[in-house]
């Protein structure tokens, strides 16, 4: 994806030679396209459930929240995470957790404040039957303390991509075969969206005014039809 990605944007800048969007400044504007494009994914997924409590979703193909989320769930992912004495330590990668568990038995998730109540509770204390978790900063605290290990199910931010290359004849050519390569960490149904936000960032630090414009409006054309279904 990242090649067809890189070549149709050459394409859309009209770029050869002196006008070229050099490799670097590419990767930088799709790794930051990309976590655009995952932000907006979490927003759409609030904004989209206001309007199926109102009752203005469309069904079936025309879902939107529904195809939002089977976008979102390109980053869901388990893990196993083990510590001691309650504390477990969260990777970067987390963006949102979605569930908790240990042994099939769901941990509630708590404010901090109703997780220190609850834990200091001699009527009522956690138990391994109904444990909770609440998150500090990148570590979650679980009570009891006697659970060691949990299992996340969360959403991921993107992977970095790269594309990378060897000079052939003084001009870059496309080489996966790199180790640092890493192709685009997203569901191919987001190529248009990413498209258009490179397009946005290679405009605006040429100065293409005219490139922006076309960028934001097939944008706005894109907003304007998910807001009708």
Not at 19 to 46: A, E, G, W
Not at 79 to 92: A, M
Not at 164 to 174: I, L, N, S
Not at 202 to 226: F, H, M, P, Y
């Amino acid at each position: 994806m990242i090649d067809r990605l890189f070549q149709t944007v050459q394409a859309g800048l009209d770029k050869e030679q002196k006008d070229y969007l050099r490799p670097l400044y590419f990767n930088l504007y799709l790794n930051s396209s990309l976590f655009t494009v995952f932000n907006k994914l979490l927003s759409d997924v609030k904004s989209n459930t206001r309007k199926s409590n109102w009752m203005l979703d469309g069904k079936n193909l025309a879902d939107y929240e529904e195809h939002t989320k089977q976008l979102l769930e390109h980053y869901l992912t388990s893990k196993n995470v083990t510590s001691g004495n309650g504390y477990f330590d969260l990777s970067s990668d987390i963006s949102l957790i979605q569930d908790v568990s240990k042994d099939s038995v769901i941990l509630e998730k708590v404010d901090i404040d109703d997780f220190t109540l609850l834990k200091r509770s001699k009527d009522n204390p956690p138990t391994e039957c109904s444990p909770i978790c609440t998150k500090l900063g990148s570590t979650l605290l679980v009570a009891p303390t006697s659970i060691n290990d949990i299992d996340l199910i969360y959403l991921r931010t993107p992977s970095k991509a790269k594309w990378t290359f060897e000079e052939v004849d003084g001009k870059p050519m496309f080489d996966p075969t790199k180790s640092d390569f890493a192709d685009v960490d997203a569901p191919p149904l987001l190529f248009d969206e990413l498209y258009y936000s490179i397009m946005s960032q290679a405009g605006v630090a040429t100065r293409e005014q005219l490139v922006v414009q076309s960028a934001e409006q097939n944008e706005n054309q894109n907003i304007q039809v998910e807001n009708k279904q």
